[in-house]
């Protein structure tokens, strides 16, 4: 008599909902958002910008980690939330519109009215402005940004100037006058400014790196 294999029958697991992946809900959220806020910005209801978008996703994340702490942690969406949170903070610091006039080294003279410009942009690299030979006939603002490097401005003797500086993080001096950290803001105005018949204005930048002003 041959010996007969026994198997047990396969038990049948109980009707059910299939499994689903949390992170596939988390991301098709995120869609959602920020195809909201394109639609909004194509309309013209917002001015979509980073420091729109990124807050937006990091609110998606935070309420999908409340949601999923019932189920079991979610280390994937923790460690994305963490570098999501620092690229919030950074968009904060960082002034808007300085990635912007190309990368290198840029070396600008001016010695007349004519010869300066409104404005001088940098997005990566070194922006090296000289004045110390203007001359200017009326008064006149220049906007000076720099994305990542540095703003090395000198200026001309005796002309009353008014700075308006702020770096993201990184350096700023002012005529001698040194601070560094995160979102940096120096403000400088010769004496008399406010009686002198022709100043000038400058408006500086850095979203990282160094403004230096001399004289």
């Known amino acids: ?34 195809g909201g806020l394109w639609l909004f910005d194509a309309i013209d209801v917002i001015d979509l910008r980073a420091s729109v978008v990124l807050p937006a996703v990091l609110a998606v994340v935070g309420v999908a980690l409340m949601v999923g702490a019932f189920d079991g942690p979610h280390s994937g969406l923790v460690v994305f939330g963490i570098f999501l949170t620092v690229a919030v903070v ?6 808007t519109d300085t990635f912007r006039g190309g990368v290198g080294e840029r070396r600008y003279r ?11 942009h940098v997005g990566m690299g070194d922006l090296r402005l000289d004045l110390s030979d203007l ?14 490097g540095t703003i090395r ?25 040194r601070s560094d950290g995160l979102s940096v803001s120096r403000t400088y105005e010769s004496p008399g400014f406010e009686d002198a018949d022709v ?15 001399t004289r």
């Not at 041959?2 to 988390?26: I, T």
């Not at 001359?135 to 990542?148: F, K, Q």
């Not at 100037?161 to 001698?176: H, N, T």
């Open 90 to 95: 950074f968009s904060a610091v960082i002034p």
């Open 1 to 34: 008599m041959s010996a007969v294999d026994l198997k047990p029958p396969p038990v049948e697991s109980p009707p059910g909902r299939l499994p689903s992946s949390y992170g596939s809900v988390v991301l098709g959220a995120i869609l959602v958002v920020v």
């Open 153 to 177: 401005i000198q200026l001309p003797e005796g002309l009353a100037v008014a700075i308006d500086a702020s770096v993201g993080a990184g350096e700023i001096d002012l005529l001698g006058e």
């Open 135 to 148: 001359a200017l006939t009326e008064s006149t603002t220049v906007d000076v940004s720099v994305g990542a």
């Open 110 to 120: 001016a010695e007349t009215q004519a010869t300066l410009q409104s404005d001088y």
């Open 199 to 213: 100043t000038l204005t400058l408006d500086l930048d850095v979203a990282a790196g160094e403004i230096e002003v």
